[in-house]
């Protein structure tokens, strides 16, 4: 049963991409800003960028210009392409709903190697 589902983190290089994926269940996706959030070691969780219904976007200054958040609404998807990743973006990736959440996924771990 799909409910929050992220995948597609990895260890990757400084400057290097990648793209991850997260799959909802439609009563968290449907009709609601998704946003992507972060947990880097020791830290509390951030939200780093969102996406509205229509597509609207919002992101982080430390994401700004790097990261870019786009959603499939056929396919209760969201996803985000991080591109320059840098040792700082190291963190478990979460995706949500921005305005409320009612479980967490497990995430998926980035590692950003120096």
């Known amino acids: 049963q799909v409910q929050l589902l992220e995948s597609g983190g990895g260890l990757v290089q400084t400057g290097g991409s990648l793209r991850l994926s997260c799959e909802a269940s439609g009563s968290i996706f449907r009709g609601n800003v998704m946003g992507w959030y972060r947990r880097p070691p020791g830290k509390q969780r951030e939200l780093v960028a969102a996406i509205t219904s229509g597509g609207s976007s919002n992101y982080a200054d430390s994401v700004k210009g790097r990261f870019t958040i786009s959603r499939d609404n056929a396919k209760n998807t969201v996803y985000l392409q991080m591109n320059s990743l840098k040792p700082e973006d190291t963190a478990v990736y979460y995706c949500?709903?921005?305005?409320?959440?009612?479980?967490w996924g497990q995430g998926t771990q980035v590692t950003v190697s120096s």
């Open positions: 949500n709903r921005v305005d409320y959440q009612p479980y």
